[in-house]
């Protein structure tokens, strides 16, 4: 038995060691993910986050239960892995949740922020989340200034994380330039990660994202090879080949050392093409550090909902994106996917104590993807709506499916998420989606062990 990942801290402090009870049958807990490798089989623990490497032999072991701990998996059981029958895995995990999040310092800090620089874009794509908000506001350098004095007064001396968003963020590359300039003269330590459709960037800017942006990664959607892309983004008043010109800008960033994360949307139209797409980008990108691609199912009356949520997107997942994820593998350009660290006690940024959104016009929100946004202050005053802010933080009750869910541990749902506004996204085909995320990313975090360890 060989540790690959430890177990989250906080966790293991709550936990401790599982006390074996003589005379008592044992199985294996609901949270648990597996995967198997030549070595043995990996078993990633949703609750505690530890990643073990089992022999065959212990593997083997795995099949005398339920019933007496074997010899070969005591420390299984003491570490979690396996539970007394008829005890609750559901009950463990919420009461593990409530005691972390008691541990959890509330000071009031903000260091992440999600800055719309503008509603405008230079794309018209069909599916755009923002279509119909009727929102065309851009951040005026008086906004930009007033954002980076907030930032300044609530971070408490801690470093900060700036998401820049749209809209398009670089058609108001100004507002990222004042907002910046301005925190480096306040001495606050900054780094930023963009959402863009790349299409402005040029050797100039990029240079500018390098040095005075800090930017460090960005994620860029392609629709398809060029003339499929050129169609479905419609830029405004374009120069050439946009789809040409996007892959140079892809170059560029990872040529200065800023991170891609290419995003492919597919559809019922162009599950095809992606293929030919995906030859494209390995012959160019594949092997080049800080390049990866990752999967979305979208629809064409996408409205900001999670495409997970809705029927016909999950089949496209599960029946189309799973085997071009397997293709992209097989070109060595699949993004890696990261290894959820246990027990989750957020949701997402939208119910973080440490994160907010900052709209064109400097109002603070709590979901870059809702259409109300959860707004509860602004940067120009020292005001909270502490009702809305409390309303993003109340949770879905656990349904039935949740009980035998291995990734229950780490989901929370959030009443007000627009991701669950169609339905609910706990039926089987989803756990399977989630699941091979998280079994695709048990692999990946094996395979960093083994170069780590190489001797």
């Known amino acids: 038995m060989q540790q690959i990942v430890p177990p989250v801290s906080i966790v293991q402090k709550i936990l401790g060691e599982q006390k074996k009870i003589e005379g008592t049958s044992y199985r ?22 530890e990643l073990l490497l089992l022999s065959r032999e212990e593997e083997a072991a795995l099949k005398m239960l339920p019933g007496p701990v074997p010899p070969a998996l005591e420390a299984l059981a003491s570490r979690w892995f396996l539970r007394p ?8 995990a919420d009461q593990t949740r409530r005691i972390a999040e008691r541990f959890r310092k509330k000071d009031g800090l903000l260091t992440k922020y999600t800055i719309f620089t503008t ?20 951040m005026s350098e008086e906004t930009a200034r007033a954002t980076a004095a907030y930032i300044g007064a609530h971070r408490g001396g801690q470093p900060v994380k700036l998401r820049w968003f749209g809209g ?15 925190l480096r003269k306040q001495g606050v330590e900054f780094r930023s990660v963009m959402t863009t459709n790349g299409y402005l960037f040029d050797e100039a800017l990029v240079r500018r994202a390098k040095d005075d942006w800090n930017l460090q990664q960005t994620q860029i959607t392609l629709d398809g090879t060029e003339e499929i892309y050129n169609a479905r983004k419609a830029y405004v008043h374009p120069e050439g080949s946009p789809f040409r010109r ?3 800008n892809i170059g560029l960033l990872l040529d200065a050392g800023i991170g891609v994360d290419v995003r492919l949307n597919m559809d019922e139209d162009n599950e095809g093409d992606l293929y030919a797409l995906a030859d494209q980008l390995a012959e160019r990108f594949a092997g080049k550090r800080g390049f990866g691609v990752h999967l979305l199912a979208i629809q064409k009356n996408h409205d900001g909902v999670d495409p997970l949520d809705c029927e016909k997107e999950r089949r496209v997942y599960v029946e189309k994106l799973r085997p071009l994820r397997d293709y992209m593998e097989e070109k ?3 993004a890696r996917l990261p290894l959820s660290r246990g027990l989750s006690i957020d949701a997402c940024r939208a119910d973080s104590d440490s994160a907010t959104t900052v709209t064109p016009d400097g109002r603070l929100g709590r979901c870059d993807s809702s ?32 009980k035998s869910c291995a990734i229950y541990p780490q989901c929370i749902r959030l009443k007000k998420c627009p991701t669950y506004e169609h339905g609910s996204a706990l039926d089987q085909e989803v756990r399977e989606v989630l699941e091979d995320r998280l079994r695709r990313a048990v692999l990946g975090a094996f395979e960093d062990w083994k170069a780590a360890n190489k001797a």
Not at 28 to 47: F, I, K, N, Q, S
Request: hydrophobic residues 35%; charged residues 25%.
């Open 246 to 248: 996007v892959l140079g």
């Open 28 to 49: 294996m807990t609901v949270h648990c993910v597996r995967a198997e490798r030549p070595e043995g089989v990996l078993l990633c623990h949703t609750l505690t986050g």
């Open 332 to 334: 060595h350009i699949a």
């Open 168 to 182: 398009e963020p670089l058609v108001n590359a100004k507002a990222i330039d004042v907002i910046t300039d301005s």
């Open 85 to 92: 029958e008829g005890s609750d895995d559901m009950a463990l």
């Open 371 to 402: 259409k109300d946004g959860g707004i509860w202050g602004s940067v120009w005053s020292e005001e909270r709506n502490e009702e809305v802010l409390r309303q993003w933080k109340e949770r879905r009750p656990p349904e039935a499916a949740c």
């Open 119 to 138: 509603m405008a874009c230079n794309a018209r794509c069909f599916y755009c989340f923002e279509a119909g908000w009727g929102k065309s506001s851009t």
